[in-house]
């Protein structure tokens, strides 16, 4: 890609002359006789340098220098000047301004300014583009909690499908947060500050399906009355996040792949063709190509959501992020209710490892609720507070319990795949309470 100088000079000789010899050395030139339309078209994401006459009716170059500043102060803006201007653009280097050249000057002295500036500008935006990766990542790590590798792995995918303009399919169990999983990808996304509309499919009877989605005109049927925005209307500009997708009736996916194609939809009961830009972020439980193959979906819809594929892990994928994801909802429904967080008992903490959460986050999350009413202490949800020692005992006992399921007693296997001594392994089993014949299993 060439890089590119914004030219500002008055005189057209001299604007033609410096795009000659830029363009024959690679770079992409943007001619300006004024520094007003120069400085519309600039922003903090200008990626290249500002080459500017000091002396120009209108806003000078050092008037410019001083707005582009306050823009951006890391943006090299390189001055023009003539013989005796040289003082003043001196002072303007001491006020910002990354060089200047005295008039006449070789082809050769300008090259070697814009390419130290260019390198500049390239380090400038590398590092604030990292930076903005990292505060993302924090923010993130924030909503999508976990330091399972799983979710690590998730919320890379996310930093790195948020910002493209391409639909999403988010696959993953009831309760695992498949919601809060599309709401960080429009959040993270060039979108966010558009609407973020949901819509569960399988909550909305066929007949009302198609009235929900497009919208329609009043009198379009019966009870029409007055005229109704359709999510995907609502949704212009943002995004549209179809949970259950799987639930949709044929004859609206049919309709709703048009609108993906077209980027235009009709109202009911209107001729009027209305334009949308938006992103679909569908969620489905089902492998939507297996829903296909037994004729309950379409399968070009299929592709045309998923561009690409995010996996949410079921909670008993990622134990290890239970103890983390308990403490948020009892930290969270402690502040809601006005309630201190009460403390896990080291046997809550083992019971909350080993339940096996079919309900996934969702679960978790009731259960911390009634943890902190006190209303279920003999289930499986357990309180927060334990220290790292305990936690890390509960999740031992847990990996333990499960090898010993896993292969039904039987000694030497655990050994085998956990890599333990004999001895330890006696030890550690008679700490937890771990029996081998409760694993061992008997012919009825």
Request: charged share 25%; hydrophobic share 40%.
């Amino acid at each position: 890609m060439a890089e590119s100088i914004m030219v500002i000079d008055d005189e057209a000789s001299i604007r033609e002359a410096i795009q000659q010899w830029l363009e024959l050395s690679g770079f992409e030139v943007v001619l300006h006789p004024r520094a007003e339309p120069a400085l519309a078209q600039i922003s903090r994401e200008f990626s290249g340098v500002v080459l500017s006459d000091v002396r120009m009716p209108g806003l000078d170059g050092l008037s410019l220098l001083d707005r582009l500043q306050q823009l951006d102060s890391d943006l090299p803006v390189i001055l023009l000047t003539g013989h005796g201007d040289v003082a003043m653009a001196v002072e303007a280097m001491r006020q910002g301004a990354y060089d200047f050249l005295e008039k006449p000057f070789s082809p050769e002295a300008l090259l070697n300014s814009l390419k130290r500036a260019l390198e500049k500008r390239r380090l400038v935006l590398e590092n604030r583009r990292l930076q903005q990766h990292n505060d993302q990542a924090t923010q993130l790590a924030g909503r999508l909690l976990g330091v399972s590798p799983g979710m690590q792995a998730l919320r890379q995918q996310v930093l790195a499908l948020a910002p493209l303009p391409v639909n999403v399919l988010v696959r993953g169990e009831t309760g695992s947060g498949k919601e809060q999983l599309a709401r960080c990808l429009h959040d993270f996304s060039p979108r966010r500050n558009k609407p973020f509309v949901a819509l569960n499919c399988a909550a909305i009877p066929d007949t009302l399906f198609e009235a929900e989605l497009f919208g329609h005109e009043s009198g379009a049927f019966t009870g029409a009355q007055g005229k109704r925005i359709g999510k995907l209307e609502h949704a212009n500009g943002g995004t549209l996040f179809l949970d259950e997708i799987e639930s949709m009736p044929l004859a609206q996916q049919a309709k709703l792949l048009r609108v993906i194609q077209e980027q235009r939809l009709e109202r009911l009961g209107s001729n009027q063709s209305i334009t949308v830009d938006l992103r679909i972020v569908a969620a489905t439980k089902p492998d939507l190509l297996e829903e296909a193959r037994a004729g309950r979906f379409r399968e070009d819809l299929v592709y045309r959501l998923n561009v690409a594929e995010l996996h949410l892990p079921p909670l008993r994928d990622r134990r290890e992020d239970i103890p983390l994801l308990f403490e948020h909802f009892v930290q969270r429904a402690a502040q809601k209710l006005g309630c201190a967080p009460r403390p896990l008992t080291h046997n809550q903490l083992v019971r909350l490892f080993s339940h096996p959460w079919s309900g996934n986050v969702r679960e978790l999350a009731n259960a911390a609720e009634r943890h902190l009413l006190n209303l279920d202490s003999s289930s499986a949800e357990p309180n927060i507070g334990s220290s790292l020692a305990a936690q890390v005992d509960a999740f031992e006992a847990q990996c333990l319990r499960a090898a010993l399921s896993r292969h039904k007693g039987d000694i030497k296997a655990v050994l085998n795949e956990l890599q333990l001594p004999r001895r330890t392994l006696n030890e550690k089993m008679q700490r937890y309470g771990l029996a081998r014949g409760c694993f061992l299993v008997t012919d009825d």
